[in-house]
């Protein structure tokens, strides 16, 4: 079959074949498809169990969402990193250090610090929310731009951590008893909570849910429903 065949259809309501659609199931560990394969069959290769969609995807990604959600304004409110001098103890939250590099005229310093410590986390919850929204109501609207949206976030994400990286080597390196004694803060642990928390819902995503209709939804939250169900009959002492 001529890669020409494959053609995106004009209409964006039009259904997407999907592997699922087409009986196909891929290994989510070794990465080997298998054609004709039962849902929770182990896998022919390495014996992990084979499903359509991740198990629980949506119901995972959107606890760990409202979690960051709510770790995300004490990460922005709380001091973050706390400067012990002769003169006195300053506190200082993100915004705080953004604000002071900028006044000093470190304005590169500011933006990074900015970007990659306010930007982007809240980038990642915004686009996050967006698309586990659109996915549990089986919209196909900009399907391929949801698409492209999820690998962003996955590059980007790596680079949320530069505050607690920051804060780790002051504390570390700027210990000068009896002048300055830099310790990190309570903000630094629910920043730290953001990140790993935005980390676990990225992971716990299924992004194939972008290209799956409302009735393919339905009909997966129906097997999901249906598994307990069998695992206890099968687990039944005779």
């Known amino acids: 079959m001529s890669a020409g065949e494959f053609q995106a259809p004009d209409d964006a309501e039009a259904p ?13 560990h070794c990465d080997a498809v298998w054609r004709g394969a039962a849902e929770g069959e182990p896998c022919g290769r390495c014996g992990t169990h084979l499903h359509t969609r991740k198990p629980y995807s949506l119901n ?3 606890a760990f969402l409202i979690a960051a959600c709510i770790m995300y304004i004490p ?7 706390i400067t012990r001098t002769l003169f006195g103890a ?8 953004v ?3 900028w006044v000093s005229g470190a304005y590169g310093l500011a933006a990074i610090i900015f970007i990659a410590s306010f930007l982007v986390p809240l980038f990642k ?4 929310i967006l698309l586990a929204l659109l996915a549990q109501r089986g919209s196909s609207w900009r399907r ?8 962003i976030i996955e590059i980007i994400g790596r680079w949320s951590m530069l505050d607690v990286f920051v804060v780790s080597l002051l504390t570390g390196l700027v210990q000068i ?3 300055a004694v830099i310790n990190a803060g309570v903000g630094i642990a629910a920043f730290g909570s953001v990140v790993v928390l935005t980390m676990l819902a990225s992971l716990s995503f299924d992004p194939r849910l972008n290209w799956d209709s409302r009735q393919e939804q339905q009909q997966e939250a129906e097997r999901e429903r249906r598994e307990p169900a069998r695992d206890n009959r099968e687990h039944k002492p005779a």
Not at 144 to 151: F, I, M, W
């Open 144 to 151: 391929p731009e949801r698409a492209r949206l999820y690998h």
């Open 177 to 179: 008893q009896g002048f």
């Open 16 to 28: 997407v074949a999907t592997a699922s659609a087409l009986g196909l199931l891929a290994c989510p």
């Open 75 to 81: 990460a922005n409110l709380l001091p973050v990193m």
């Open 125 to 128: 919850l915004t686009v996050l």
């Open 99 to 101: 604000i002071y590099f």
């Open 90 to 97: 300053q506190y200082d939250t993100i915004l705080s250090g």
């Open 60 to 62: 995972r990604t959107w």
